[in-house]
């Protein structure tokens, strides 16, 4: 077969699954029932939306299944996806602290050579890939089971995959380990805002967040 038909119905066969699957997702994530709090409109969802996670559907409506709602992480999950929220309301000023204050650049393109299918993430879905120091770009590769999706860091100066650099985890992690959510800065925040780090990142947006409220 000729190698630029093949490639023509690889891609046609992509864009067929992507479809599919916004539709697909669509239709499970209607909700069954709606709770206003303190930390957003909450809306109960299928086990079916995006498996059961936790999500932010825009910048006013948080996304849980039923069991989430009424387990003993209720309030640590509204914290987290407050910050989601948050994050959506005031893109701007996020995207520049990251740039500042972390050295992180997010787009929607990704990098030459990258052939990585991505993983659907709809609190960082506007631009799901992150460059650290012009570098380093952070994504969640695709996978069949969302939260065992594994998170790649692309060499864009080799070319290559490759493990976080050691300059990255002395600055976003601590004596504990690294942050459970490392793909994103959007994810990064929101779990030092909910859970607390000694990290130097932890502790510049503490201080960051800290000076908003003066």
């Given at each position: 077969m000729n190698i630029r038909l093949l490639l023509l119905l690889c891609i046609m066969l992509a864009l067929a699954l992507g479809v599919y699957f916004c539709i697909s997702y669509?239709?499970?994530?209607?909700?069954?029932?709606?709770?206003?709090?303190?930390?957003?409109?909450v809306e109960i969802v299928s086990p079916?939306?995006?498996?059961?996670l936790p999500h932010t559907a825009d910048g006013n409506t948080i996304r849980m299944t039923e069991s989430v709602w009424n387990s003993g992480r209720r309030d640590e999950i509204l914290v987290h996806e407050r910050v989601h929220l948050d994050q959506k309301q005031n893109p701007g000023a996020w995207a520049?602290?990251?740039k500042e204050a972390w050295d992180y650049e997010l787009t929607s393109t990704p990098p030459p050579g990258l052939r990585s299918a991505l993983r659907l993430n709809p609190d960082?879905?506007?631009?799901?890939?992150?460059?650290?120091?012009?570098?380093?770009?952070f994504f969640v590769e695709d996978h069949p089971d969302l939260r065992t999706a594994p998170v790649r860091v692309w060499d864009a100066d080799q070319g290559a995959l490759c493990a976080?650099?050691?300059?990255?985890?002395?600055?976003f992690c601590d004596t504990r380990g690294c942050p459970h959510q490392w793909e994103h800065p959007h994810e990064l925040s929101a779990e030092y805002l909910t859970l607390g780090s000694?990290?130097?990142?932890?502790?510049?947006?503490?201080?960051w967040r800290n000076s908003l409220r003066t």
């Open positions: 669509k239709s499970t994530c209607s909700a069954l029932r709606r709770v206003p709090t303190e930390n957003g409109l079916d939306c995006f498996q059961g520049a602290f990251y960082t879905a506007e631009s799901p890939y992150a460059v650290w120091r012009s570098r380093y770009v976080p650099p050691p300059e990255w985890n002395a600055f000694a990290a130097p990142a932890a502790q510049v947006l503490k201080k």
